[in-house]
């Protein structure tokens, strides 16, 4: 695929994201607290979810993509192979009703370096919306596909709501494998490897 190509993809994918982070935003009081303090960003709900769901969530709930040579974790598992090989975890929330969701895993999921890219960076933990309620509701979560990328040590390194086609996905998973999200937003990082 050649360069106009993808940029053009990689920009219709920031537009939709740009339409998506516009969206009002819950007030910071109707945040959940945490240790009588109110949790103030979406960081923080993750980490603490994170930690506190450890051994509560099946091993797919619902979902195997092992037949695809995807391997798969509950977040307990996830998260210590996350911090014994310093990859990140991948947090993939579904739905059976979302013809986002199933676009991701028909497309997007089988392809070759997808499949690569998220086996040797990262540990993928799948996530039934509808089936994980108290999570959905504690992280906020507004719709699904929901990518979120969780670091070797626990904490929140970065969202992807929605899909986007398996190009653009491997550009994401590098830009989190590699920390770029650190130090650059993803626009800068896609002029920095095209």
């Not at 009081?29 to 930690?51: D, F, I, K, M, Y």
């Not at 507004?142 to 904490?155: A, D, H, K, Q, W």
């Not at 970065?158 to 998973?173: E, K, Q, S, Y």
């Amino acid at each position: 695929m050649n360069k106009p190509i993808i940029l053009t993809i990689v920009l219709f994918g920031l537009i939709l994201f740009a339409f998506w982070a516009i969206l009002p935003q819950e007030p910071a009081e109707a945040l959940p607290q945490t240790n009588g303090t109110p949790a103030e960003s979406r960081e923080a709900l993750v980490t603490q979810s994170a930690r506190k769901l450890n051994s509560t969530l099946p091993l797919t709930d619902g979902r195997d993509f092992s037949n695809i040579g995807l391997k798969n974790y509950n977040l307990q598992e996830a998260q210590e192979l996350a911090s014994s090989t310093d990859k990140y975890t991948i947090m993939y929330f579904w739905a059976s009703w979302c013809h986002n969701c199933r676009f991701f895993e028909e497309e997007v999921l089988p392809n070759p370096q997808v499949v690569e890219t998220i086996n040797n960076s990262f540990a993928f933990v799948s996530l039934d919306f509808d089936n994980t309620t108290e999570l959905v509701q504690e992280l906020r979560l507004r719709s699904v596909p929901t990518f979120i990328f969780v670091t070797p040590e626990g904490e929140y390194a970065t969202i992807l709501p929605g899909a986007v086609p398996p190009d653009i996905f491997v550009l994401v998973l590098n830009f989190v494998s590699t920390g770029s999200y650190k130090s650059m937003d993803f626009e800068n990082y896609v002029d920095t490897v095209l």
